[in-house]
C-alpha cells in the first residue's frame, strides 16, 4: 500500500488549492481514505474523509463548506479541493488509508488509519 499526497504550496489567504493523492498497491473501492493535517505544536487532526461502504465524505467544523473531497476510483486517486484558504489552515497535510472496520463515529480519527503517505505543506500567509 503506497500513498503519495502532492499539491501544496505557498497561497494568499482566500487563495484555493487542490491536493492530490495518488495511491497504488490496493483497490480503493474497498478502503475507507481521507486527509489529514498537522500544524506545529499540534496533534494531527481529520480534515476529511470518506467511508468505504457509501462514499459518504466527512468533514471537521474547521473545513465544512469550504474543503472538498472527490474520489476517482478509476484511478486510484482522492483530491481536495481547498477554496478560501485561512491562516489557520496552514499545515502539513498527509493522505491515508484504512481497510478495517471503522464506525462512523470516529470515521476521520487518525487513530484508526494505518497506512500514510508523506505529506505536502500548504502554507497560507499575505
Known amino acids: 500500500v503506497q500513498l503519495q499526497a502532492s499539491g501544496g504550496g505557498l497561497v494568499q489567504p482566500g487563495g484555493s488549492l487542490r491536493l492530490s493523492c495518488d495511491t497504488s498497491g490496493f483497490n480503493l473501492d474497498y478502503y475507507y481514505i481521507g486527509w489529514f493535517r498537522q500544524a506545529p505544536g499540534t496533534e494531527r487532526e481529520g480534515v476529511s474523509c470518506i467511508n468505504r461502504y457509501n462514499g459518504n465524505a466527512y468533514y471537521s467544523d474547521s473545513v465544512r463548506g469550504r474543503f472538498t473531497v472527490s474520489r476517482d476510483n478509476g484511478k486510484n486517486a482522492v483530491s481536495l479541493q481547498m477554496n478560501s484558504l485561512e491562516p489557520e489552515d496552514t499545515a502539513i497535510y498527509y493522505c491515508?488509508?484504512?481497510?478495517?472496520?471503522?464506525?462512523?463515529?470516529?470515521?476521520?480519527?487518525?487513530?484508526?488509519?494505518?497506512?500514510w503517505g508523506q505529506g505536502t505543506q500548504v502554507t497560507v500567509s499575505s
Open positions: 491515508a488509508t484504512a481497510n478495517r472496520w471503522i464506525d462512523y463515529s470516529r470515521l476521520c480519527d487518525p487513530d484508526d488509519y494505518r497506512y
